[in-house]
């Protein structure tokens, strides 16, 4: 009855919104860093960028229990994202317990491209379709003892999940399809319309999610994450109850989207009308006219696509953890179960016209309208994130769909092609952008004439380089430098005269090492000297005990001289992971070359404002 049904509508925005409240709480107190994807900015950190505290213990235990309750106030969001940032967390714990790693930035950097291979592994029970991804999209540089780690630890993940077996159906993933019909030549002109309209979406959804999120950046809104969060909550359970293909589960719908008509089949997408001298087998059930079933899900999918592709743009971004595979592939899978259903029925109906006579005989099994939503998934994600060859195999190992390759290739690279005709970067690169991370994409091409020299600092005008003598600063001296300056390190030299270039000190080293020694060492004051020779210099009888700090210095920096081509320059960034260079003219310190001096030349070669890229 009508009380029922109130009661239920009542109950399911109630429990929507106390999840969605919890959740949002508990990042916003713990953990800010648990929100969001969390791809951009492991993207950021595998390219040697650090941002302290994102792969901490507090953001793995916040983000591991805010996922379950966002997924489950039934936002338009999936848990993909996130279980990779979760499992990057997992990979820098225990990085942090053994030395060989903690103290190895690209040791580390290894271990975490394996850890988001897992993080994949273990949400779509995809192990190869993971070590893909973590190579195409997520890592910066992936050398060939990382590919068979991460496949080892992909392999090891996706065996914990098969032993506790989480979807209840003794596979690995929770979309196995079986088709009994094979694809047909001439179903690749849908496929590609699929491609289409999976770039557009893509191109689309960049466009607008990116727009959003600027404007929460800029204005007021982004002082009410709390309340932007309820809010949304509060509309999508408002909204998606009423239908139900968006008031169950995400993930149910993908599977029902997804699955073909069985003979017993109870779903409304497969009241097709029977007829009732059918004697063929139950798994090769031939195409059928629509039943009003079918035509009462058109239109409810119908609505549901234009929802989902309204309310994802809103809810992606959101301080809290949410993930984009899900919501994609569902859109796709709707689009795509759409198209299938209309090809079906124009086969049944018009099985004379030219395109059909060949393969679609009256009575046949022609057309599989869950292949099509299948292919429609991998259209939509690759627009979204424009992942090709790790798309490909993350959808057939979802699926086990493994003869449909083709059609899923030639979707994703159509919907590729579409998207980047309208722009070059993907969702995680668009973020990237607008959250101001120095990241130098491997994928771009830097192909101007200029010299370290006309990139690097101090320029002319400028005040001199910050910088650390061998053997005559006193204590009081560094501290001051390190209170007056906000830079990461600072060159040494051995004189300010000569200039000539000893090494390299961190900021955070110094700071320790003094705090560490005059907490520790008898003699250590303000007038101290610091020493980072092997030898202490020779000093008065009466002056105060030396200080040696030879252990924190870096005595190989990366060095360049101020001739070579900023294209070397910008190559040696980018494979290296480097943060900062030093420029040198035989042996002289000349200069430093930062990664966010390196991307601000970038966009001044590109004729965009070098001040108008931020960094947070």
């Known amino acids: 009855g009508a009380s029922a049904y109130i009661l239920n509508y009542f109950l399911y925005i109630l429990w929507a919104l106390l999840f969605a409240f919890l959740a949002v709480a508990l990042v916003r107190v713990f953990a800010p860093y648990a929100c969001g994807s969390g791809i951009p900015e492991i993207k950021t950190i595998l390219s040697g960028f650090i941002i302290r505290g994102y792969l901490g213990k507090w953001t793995l235990l916040i983000k591991t229990v805010t996922l379950v309750l966002v997924v489950s106030s039934g936002l338009s969001l999936g848990k993909e994202g996130p279980s990779v940032h979760v499992a990057c967390c997992c990979g820098n714990f225990f990085c942090s317990l053994y030395s060989k790693y903690s103290k190895n930035e690209g040791k580390r950097r290894e271990v975490l491209s394996a850890a988001a291979a897992v993080g994949v592994s273990v949400a779509f029970g995809a192990p190869i379709g993971g070590v893909l991804f973590s190579l195409e999209e997520v890592s910066y540089y992936f050398p060939l003892k990382t590919l068979w780690r991460s496949f080892f630890a992909a392999l090891v993940a996706a065996f914990t999940l098969r032993s506790i077996n989480p979807f209840g159906n003794s596979r690995l993933v929770l979309f196995y399809v079986e088709y009994h019909t094979p694809w047909y030549m001439m179903e690749l002109i849908p496929f590609i319309l699929l491609g289409v309209f999976g770039g557009l979406w893509g191109t689309l959804f960049i466009r607008c999610n990116i727009a959003w999120c ?60 029977n007829d009732i001298n059918m004697t063929r087998p139950v798994d090769d059930i031939p195409d059928r006219p629509a039943g009003p079933g079918v ?54 109906h018009h099985h004379d016209w030219i395109i059909f006579r060949n393969w679609c005989r009256p009575g046949a099994d022609c057309v599989t309208p869950g292949l099509y939503a299948m292919v429609g998934a991998a259209a939509c994600l690759g627009g979204v994130t424009r992942m090709t060859v790790s798309l490909v195999v993350i959808m057939f190992e979802l699926t086990g769909g493994l003869e449909y390759i083709v059609p899923l290739m030639a979707a994703a690279v159509t919907s590729k092609w579409v998207a980047d005709a309208f722009g070059k970067e993907g969702i995680y690169e668009a973020h990237i952008h607008l959250n101001g991370y120095p990241f130098l994409d491997v994928k771009d091409e ?16 400028e005040p001199p380089l910050s910088v650390l003598t061998q053997d005559n600063m006193t204590v009081e001296d560094v501290e001051t430098l390190i209170k007056d300056t906000d830079y990461n390190g600072f060159p040494v030299v051995v004189s300010r005269d000569s200039e000539r270039l000893i090494g390299f000190a961190q900021r955070r080293e110094l700071i320790i090492a003094i705090k560490n020694a005059r907490q520790r060492q008898d003699g250590v004051v303000s007038n101290s000297i610091i020493y980072f020779t092997e030898d202490p210099p020779e000093l008065p009888a009466n002056s105060p005990h030396p200080l040696k700090l030879r252990r924190i210095l870096n005595l190989s920096p990366f060095t360049v001289t101020d001739h070579t081509p900023m294209e070397t320059v910008v190559d040696i960034f980018r494979k290296l992971g480097l943060r900062q260079c030093l420029v040198t003219r035989s042996g002289r310190l000349l200069g430093i070359i930062t990664k966010k001096d390196v991307l601000r030349h970038m966009a001044q070669m590109a004729n965009q404002d070098p001040e108008s890229i931020m960094f947070n």
């Not at 309204?310 to 953890?321: D, H, L, N, Q």
């Not at 994609?328 to 029925?345: F, H, L």
């Open 214 to 273: 600027r404007r929460r950046k800029t204005t007021s809104l982004g002082k009410y994450p709390v309340l932007e969060v309820i809010v949304v909550t509060a509309i999508t359970a408002i909204i998606a109850y009423p239908n139900p293909y968006t008031r169950r589960s995400t993930s149910e719908l993908i599977s029902e989207l997804f699955n073909d008509c069985r003979a017993l089949e109870s779903s409304q997408l497969c009241d097709y009308i």
């Open 295 to 348: 035509y009462t899900a058109m239109w409810q999918l119908a609505l549901a696509l234009v929802f989902k592709i309204i309310i994802t743009i809103f809810t992606f971004g959101m301080k809290i953890p949410s993930g984009l595979f899900i919501p994609s592939i569902a859109v796709g899978a709707i689009a795509g179960r759409i198209v299938g259903v209309g090809v079906e029925q124009l086969a049944y």
């Open 446 to 461: 830097f192909t101007h004439r200029t010299l370290a020299t006309d990139v690097m600092r101090p320029r002319r005008g």
